[in-house]
């Protein structure tokens, strides 16, 4: 799968944010990443767990290089992406689990059979 270009949003909203608070937003997302890794064993998907792990050990040593850099802009973005991403997968696998995402608890239901 190509590695998308981030956008001009996606960039300017994460520039804008002072650096003690992209270090809150950082533990934010590394917390997130840590849930998400723990859910994926609900969904069969336990190979997932140890890498969104890494990346969360990652954010974490890094934090204080992610917040103050240019580069570090863009490990925040593809962050989110990916945090919006694995949501999305568990959610779509998932057939009626209750899954603890960054955003919030989504109780996801099984389609009618017909």
């Given at each position: 799968?190509?590695?998308?270009?981030?956008?001009p949003?996606?960039?300017?909203?994460?520039?804008?944010?002072?650096?003690?608070?992209?270090?809150?937003?950082?533990?934010?997302?590394?917390?997130?990443?840590?849930?998400?890794?723990?859910?994926?064993?609900?969904?069969?998907?336990?190979?997932?767990?140890?890498?969104l792990?890494?990346?969360?050990?990652?954010?974490?040593?890094?934090?204080?290089?992610?917040?103050?850099?240019?580069?570090?802009?863009?490990?925040?973005?593809?962050?989110?992406?990916?945090?919006?991403?694995?949501?999305?997968?568990?959610?779509?696998?998932?057939?009626?689990?209750?899954?603890?995402?960054?955003?919030?608890?989504i109780?996801?239901?099984?389609?009618?059979?017909?």
């Open positions: 799968m190509p590695k998308l270009p981030l956008s949003s996606e960039k300017r909203s994460f520039s804008t944010i002072p650096a003690d608070q992209k270090l809150a937003l950082i533990s934010s997302y590394s917390e997130a990443l840590r849930k998400l890794a723990r859910s994926t064993e609900a969904v069969g998907r336990a190979d997932m767990l140890p890498k792990i890494q990346v969360a050990d990652g954010l974490d040593g890094l934090a204080t290089a992610i917040a103050e850099t240019e580069a570090g802009t863009e490990v925040m973005a593809r962050t989110a992406r990916l945090i919006r991403a694995t949501e999305g997968m568990l959610a779509s696998m998932s057939s009626s689990l209750v899954i603890p995402f960054a955003s919030d608890r109780k996801c239901r099984r389609a009618p059979r017909s």
